[in-house]
């Protein structure tokens, strides 16, 4: 019995040994699939990680971001390069198909990537934008510290489409008076006929505030810095192109107006104005801020229009959703716009902003005159036009105005 429990004995374990061999092939099989899904894990989470230095290195270098959201940035990137390697790792532990973090990582990479690249391009635009010369003699504007201190800016509307380098006539004639601490802006608007004397040009002779900007913008500048005795260290001059671009961009916006009218087919569209808000596109709204034919204070209301056509726009961009709309209108601006002011005065505004996130009080004035009769102009010799003289009271106001928002 010995010897057959012995035998028995030797053939079971014989069989047990053959049922196992083909066992451990598998095994080393699954051992090799689980290797090569670590290694492909690892290589997403690497991925990754240069993904959100990628992104991060972006944003610095694009530098709108307040330094608080920046250090924010980073620590929620590093907590999610965390999450999908503690998933990663359970997965590989428990030997789970799912919850093993790769899609999660292969998502957030994906995104990062287009976000670094559009920072970038945002980056690169605002290049493009800020090309502008300095104008007058104000030779510390790069370095002014526009985030602390109240300034002037002088906006420039050209009757031109295309290229921005043309020296044109000055249709829009805005100072946007800011004070950053107060969050307060003021808008004075100068009719485009007034009757003022052209400094370095017309000898003391009077001509049209329009004309002044066939010599330059900081000729027109000059000329608004005398008429209300101020300083106006930076301009940003657009043209015809950018105002209906960005309008655009922006998904229309909603313009408060204070009359009906009808624009005619010269302002470029006829659109019926009514009294209150009103919904423009971009070409409804360049039309609202050119027609002055068909209202009855003329270029008056013309520039009070176009004050409201500007408050509206600062509203929308004071909104958090101008993040959507920011490379965009960027891009719109950029070949159709230029201005004085610093690449980084600008973001240092954008960044006081986005901290901040406060609205703005906007206040629109308008300098206002006689427009009944002509007068002879040094830039034109045929014989008088049509001007509008001054109403020094008027000038008066704004100059006070200007002097106490300035001041505080």
């Not at 052209?198 to 003391?204: A, C, Q």
């Not at 313009?255 to 010269?266: I, N, W």
């Amino acid at each position: 019995m010995e010897y057959r429990d012995q035998l028995r004995y030797i053939k079971n374990h014989q069989n047990e040994s053959e049922r196992k061999r083909p066992r451990r092939r598998g095994g080393r099989k699954e051992r090799k699939r689980t290797r090569r899904k670590s290694a492909f894990g690892r290589l997403l989470w690497t991925v990754q990680m240069a993904a959100s230095l990628f992104f991060v290195a972006a944003m610095v270098l694009l530098g709108i971001l307040p330094r608080q959201y920046l250090a924010g940035l980073a620590l929620l990137l590093l907590a999610l390069l965390f999450v999908v390697r503690a998933l990663s790792e359970r997965a590989r532990r428990s030997r789970r198909r799912r919850g093993s973090g790769k899609g999660l990582s292969v998502v957030l990479s994906a995104l990062l990537i287009v976000g670094g690249i559009y920072g970038l391009k945002v980056n690169a635009a605002l290049d493009k934008i800020a090309v502008g010369e300095e104008s007058g003699s104000h030779a510390g504007q790069p370095t002014y510290p526009v985030t602390e201190q109240p300034f002037n800016v002088y906006i420039s509307g050209i009757d031109v489409y295309g290229d921005i380098d043309q020296e044109s006539r000055s249709d829009v004639n805005l100072i946007a008076t800011i004070n950053p601490k107060e969050n307060k802006i003021l808008l004075t608007t100068t009719p485009r006929d007034y009757y003022v004397p052209i400094p370095g040009v017309s000898g003391g002779e009077r001509d049209k505030l329009t004309h002044a900007g066939n010599y330059g913008v900081g000729t027109s500048m000059e000329t608004l810095e005398e008429l209300y005795n101020t300083e106006i260290p930076f301009y940003v001059r657009v043209n015809f192109t950018s105002v209906e671009e960005i309008v655009d961009v922006m998904g229309g916006v909603d313009v408060e107006s204070e009359l009906a009218f009808q624009t005619g087919k010269e302002a470029g569209e006829i659109v019926d104005v009514k009294e209150g808000k009103n919904h423009f596109n971009g070409k409804q709204a360049l039309a609202f801020v050119r027609e002055r034919k068909a209202l009855a204070a003329g270029d008056n209301q013309r520039g009070k229009n176009q004050q409201a056509l500007l408050t509206a726009l600062i509203k929308k961009c004071m909104s958090p959703m101008i993040v959507r709309y920011a490379n965009g209108m960027i891009n719109s601006v950029a070949g159709n716009a230029e201005t004085n002011l610093s690449e980084n005065q600008i973001k240092s505004l954008i960044q006081m902003q986005i901290g901040g996130m406060k609205g703005w009080e906007i206040e629109s004035v308008a300098a206002s005159g006689d427009d009944s009769g002509k007068k002879y102009c040094y830039s034109y010799r045929g014989g008088p036009l049509y001007v509008t003289v001054p109403d020094e009271g008027s000038v008066e106001e704004i100059k006070n105005k200007m002097e106490k928002l300035m001041e505080n």
